[in-house]
């Protein structure tokens, strides 16, 4: 049994079209996250989720029951929004009873969720405040409280950390994983951050124009994207694309970049079809911290490049090298020093490199 | 060189100085001009209120009264006791409160329930709807006199002040409900879907959580609406006649039809009379309005 099914789900605005034929399935106590650019969809889809929006096409199920015409206070769900969207005229306590009340559950289970739930969050001295006394960090926790009293079996969040600032946000990030890690309630969040989609899910479902993308573990959507967008989503600064040509020369495969004669060897490559490679052209995608300074494997291929450009942020720095007409962005520490305009030894770790066809944009 | 640059400073902030006293003293000159003029009407009113007709027909419009006197007020609003053709406004000022207090009620009871309905319930063609209430705006007055009559004959209530209700309300709906949508326009959203995830129907949502915040906005359209319907004179004098009337129309009756001589005091007193409504209502609304303006309590 599947907590929360999506079966072929379609929707659209009009004419416009906002998500297609999405598939998606979320075991007990998963966290999925929803990640994406603005406009790809993500929103609209946990809306659908919730039963806050209607749908053109296809079922959305939640523990095997088609809930696709189910009002949304009858889904069984929660949802925490990103403007907290805390009823402004009533205070703590009545914000986090409301739905309880509308529920008609009795008094004395309504204290005791209160006080259970106010206590866990720390909000319990806060509960005769209104809103607008509280801080963005307090105001979230409500929020959130305001979904665990009614102890859902799917909690919805959108973009809840979005309002607050950068230092807040990663206090409140860990807060939610602790959350998740003490009640393991299934969980759906959207986000556009792709440090809390990483550091939060247990799966992230990527998604762009409609359509998801790629739906994996975040470690297999950093390491092993399944397409460009995902490449270029993921990671900051993203993915290099080089654009180039494979070669194959008696067995053994090579990248070659447009522009260059550098033999690049592709070994221990997991290819998912090996036959015609030879002339294919291709992105060979890999991530600035995947390229070194020195030698700290027997694998790494070394490369000679151009630096042009130094970005100095702090605890590492960017530098930005030429590989024939083509940039290549790499993550150093900011303690070694690089001379601009000059050629300069690199390591490239070539086990955790990435290939895409040039044409289809897909992994191959 | 550093003391020629430190004298040019001081020479620039002697001529700020200067500029900036003269700018001043501009200012105040320019805004006591307009107060006065703003405030001289309602000073020859008072004035002339209290006055006797002796000293009208003797003295200038800007002379004090030789006494307070406030005879031409007691006339104004209770008569002078004697039986037909006496003309005054106690009757009919009781007429427009009972014409203005549901009228403004209900119009902005259906003027709030548009607006939340047109922002947080969006349905097919809400656009439309929207756009022909807007039109409502701006239709003048004269051109719904001849079917409003003619409404008001079928349903049997002219010349009478649940007609005026009707009439008001129908015609103030458009500007409530413009006023309302725009408020609730500006409240996200997000609070009408957690109130439905949490189970809150139609109503409730309405009640409980939109029309407890909505009270800058209810300020402003009570504000307005009592305005429009207290002073309006061409619904009430087209739709009532007589003993129906409201008090603008009895005003115009009191100073056009008095008798041979023209009682300026009485008359003033009466203009008085029929305008403290809508200036207490300013007074006391006002100051909610700011306060419901600052209390800012919807958005993080």
């Given at each position: 049994?599947?907590?929360?099914k999506?079966k072929?789900?379609?929707?659209?605005?009009?004419?416009?079209e906002?998500?297609?034929k999405?598939?998606?399935?979320?075991d007990?106590?998963?966290?999925?996250?929803?990640?994406?650019?603005?406009?790809?969809?993500k929103?609209?889809?946990?809306?659908?989720?919730a039963?806050?929006e209607?749908?053109n096409?296809g079922?959305?199920?939640?523990?095997?029951?088609?809930?696709?015409k189910?009002?949304?206070?009858?889904?069984?769900?929660?949802?925490v929004?990103?403007?907290?969207?805390?009823?402004p005229s009533m205070?703590?306590r009545e914000?986090?009873?409301?739905g309880?009340?509308?529920?008609?559950?009795s008094?004395?289970?309504?204290e005791?969720?209160?006080e259970?739930?106010s206590?866990f969050?720390?909000?319990?001295?806060?509960?005769?405040?209104k809103?607008s006394?509280?801080?963005?960090?307090?105001?979230q926790?409500?929020a959130i409280?305001?979904?665990?009293?009614r102890?859902?079996?799917?909690?919805l969040?959108?973009?809840?950390l979005?309002?607050?600032?950068?230092?807040?946000?990663?206090e409140?990030?860990?807060?939610i994983?602790?959350?998740?890690?003490q009640l393991?309630?299934t969980?759906?969040?959207?986000?556009?951050?792709q440090t809390e989609a990483?550091s939060l899910?247990?799966?992230?479902?990527?998604?762009?124009h409609?359509v998801?993308?790629?739906n994996d573990?975040p470690e297999?959507i950093?390491?092993k994207?399944?397409?460009t967008?995902?490449a270029?989503f993921?990671?900051s600064?993203s993915?290099?694309?080089?654009?180039?040509n494979?070669?194959?020369?008696?067995g053994?495969?090579f990248f070659?970049?447009?522009?260059s004669?550098?033999e690049v060897?592709?070994?221990d490559y997991d290819f998912?079809?090996?036959?015609n490679l030879?002339?294919?052209e291709v992105?060979?995608?890999?991530?600035?911290e995947?390229i070194?300074?020195?030698?700290l494997?027997?694998?790494y291929?070394e490369?000679t490049?151009?630096?042009d450009?130094?970005e100095y942020?702090?605890h590492?720095?960017i530098?930005?090298?030429?590989?024939?007409n083509?940039?290549v962005?790499?993550?150093?520490?900011?303690?070694?020093k690089i001379?601009?305009?000059k050629e300069?030894r690199?390591?490239f770790?070539l086990?955790?490199?990435?290939?895409?066809?040039a044409q289809?944009?897909?992994?191959i | 060189?550093q003391d020629?640059?430190?004298?040019?400073?001081?020479?620039?902030e002697?001529?700020s100085?200067?500029t900036?006293i003269?700018?001043r003293?501009?200012l105040y000159?320019?805004?006591?001009?307009?107060a006065?003029?703003f405030i001289?009407?309602?000073y020859?009113?008072?004035v002339?209120s209290?006055?006797?007709m002796?000293?009208?027909?003797q003295?200038t419009?800007l002379?004090?009264p030789s006494a307070l006197n406030?005879?031409?007020w007691?006339?104004a609003?209770g008569?002078r006791?004697?039986?037909?053709?006496?003309t005054f406004?106690?009757p009919?000022?009781?007429n427009?409160i009972?014409?203005v207090?549901?009228a403004?009620f209900f119009?902005?009871f259906i003027g709030?329930m548009?607006?939340y309905?047109?922002t947080?319930?969006?349905?097919?063609g809400?656009?439309?709807v929207?756009?022909f209430?807007?039109f409502?705006?701006?239709?003048?007055?004269?051109a719904i006199?001849?079917?409003?009559?003619r409404?008001?004959?079928v349903?049997?209530i002219?010349?009478?002040v649940i007609?005026?209700?009707?009439v008001h309300?129908v015609y103030?709906?458009?500007?409530?409900?413009?006023f309302f949508r725009?408020?609730?326009v500006s409240i996200?959203?997000e609070?009408?879907?957690?109130?439905?995830?949490?189970g809150?129907?139609?109503?409730?949502?309405?009640?409980k959580?939109?029309?407890?915040?909505?009270?800058p906005?209810?300020?402003v359209?009570v504000?307005?609406q009592f305005?429009?319907i207290?002073n309006d004179?061409?619904f009430g004098?087209t739709?009532?006649?007589?003993?129906?009337?409201p008090?603008?129309?009895?005003?115009n009756?009191m100073v056009?039809?008095?008798t041979?001589v023209k009682e300026?005091n009485?008359?003033?007193a009466s203009?008085?009379?029929a305008g403290?409504?809508?200036?207490i209502?300013?007074?006391l609304?006002?100051k909610y309005?700011?306060?419901?303006l600052?209390?800012?309590?919807?958005k993080?």
């Amino acid at each position: 049994m599947k907590t929360l099914k999506i079966k072929e789900l379609s929707k659209n605005f009009g004419t416009t079209e906002v998500l297609r034929k999405i598939n998606l399935e979320i075991d007990e106590g998963n966290f999925l996250v929803l990640l994406g650019p603005s406009g790809c969809g993500k929103s609209t889809l946990l809306n659908i989720i919730a039963g806050l929006e209607t749908i053109n096409e296809g079922n959305v199920f939640i523990d095997d029951y088609n809930v696709s015409k189910v009002e949304p206070k009858d889904r069984n769900i929660a949802m925490v929004f990103q403007s907290y969207a805390l009823y402004p005229s009533m205070n703590v306590r009545e914000n986090m009873i409301f739905g309880l009340k509308q529920a008609k559950t009795s008094k004395e289970k309504i204290e005791e969720q209160l006080e259970k739930v106010s206590k866990f969050l720390q909000v319990d001295q806060l509960l005769e405040r209104k809103p607008s006394q509280l801080s963005g960090g307090q105001r979230q926790r409500v929020a959130i409280g305001r979904a665990l009293v009614r102890e859902p079996r799917i909690f919805l969040f959108d973009e809840p950390l979005s309002n607050l600032d950068a230092k807040l946000r990663v206090e409140m990030r860990r807060e939610i994983k602790k959350l998740h890690q003490q009640l393991k309630t299934t969980v759906v969040y959207v986000t556009h951050d792709q440090t809390e989609a990483m550091s939060l899910g247990t799966n992230i479902a990527i998604m762009n124009h409609g359509v998801i993308q790629q739906n994996d573990t975040p470690e297999n959507i950093y390491n092993k994207p399944s397409n460009t967008f995902v490449a270029d989503f993921i990671g900051s600064p993203s993915m290099n694309l080089i654009k180039g040509n494979l070669k194959e020369n008696s067995g053994d495969i090579f990248f070659v970049a447009s522009g260059s004669n550098l033999e690049v060897p592709i070994k221990d490559y997991d290819f998912k079809d090996k036959s015609n490679l030879n002339n294919k052209e291709v992105f060979f995608g890999i991530r600035p911290e995947h390229i070194f300074f020195k030698k700290l494997h027997e694998t790494y291929f070394e490369i000679t490049l151009r630096a042009d450009l130094s970005e100095y942020i702090g605890h590492e720095q960017i530098v930005t090298f030429d590989y024939a007409n083509q940039e290549v962005l790499a993550k150093f520490s900011s303690t070694i020093k690089i001379e601009l305009a000059k050629e300069i030894r690199l390591y490239f770790d070539l086990t955790q490199a990435s290939l895409f066809d040039a044409q289809t944009q897909e992994r191959i | 060189m550093q003391d020629s640059l430190q004298s040019t400073y001081k020479q620039l902030e002697q001529k700020s100085k200067y500029t900036n006293i003269f700018l001043r003293w501009f200012l105040y000159f320019i805004l006591i001009l307009f107060a006065s003029y703003f405030i001289f009407p309602l000073y020859v009113m008072i004035v002339t209120s209290l006055k006797t007709m002796e000293e009208i027909r003797q003295g200038t419009l800007l002379t004090w009264p030789s006494a307070l006197n406030f005879d031409s007020w007691a006339v104004a609003w209770g008569g002078r006791g004697y039986g037909a053709g006496d003309t005054f406004l106690k009757p009919y000022f009781w007429n427009s409160i009972k014409m203005v207090v549901p009228a403004v009620f209900f119009s902005t009871f259906i003027g709030a329930m548009a607006g939340y309905v047109l922002t947080k319930w969006r349905f097919k063609g809400d656009k439309w709807v929207f756009l022909f209430l807007l039109f409502g705006c701006f239709i003048p007055y004269q051109a719904i006199l001849l079917p409003m009559a003619r409404t008001l004959g079928v349903l049997g209530i002219s010349n009478s002040v649940i007609g005026l209700v009707l009439v008001h309300t129908v015609y103030g709906i458009p500007f409530t409900t413009l006023f309302f949508r725009n408020f609730y326009v500006s409240i996200p959203t997000e609070l009408v879907k957690a109130a439905r995830i949490d189970g809150a129907g139609f109503f409730k949502i309405f009640f409980k959580i939109l029309l407890p915040i909505s009270a800058p906005i209810i300020v402003v359209t009570v504000i307005w609406q009592f305005t429009q319907i207290w002073n309006d004179f061409l619904f009430g004098s087209t739709f009532s006649f007589g003993e129906a009337a409201p008090i603008q129309v009895a005003l115009n009756n009191m100073v056009l039809s008095s008798t041979s001589v023209k009682e300026y005091n009485v008359d003033m007193a009466s203009a008085i009379i029929a305008g403290i409504p809508t200036l207490i209502v300013y007074v006391l609304a006002g100051k909610y309005f700011i306060r419901g303006l600052t209390s800012g309590a919807v958005k993080g």
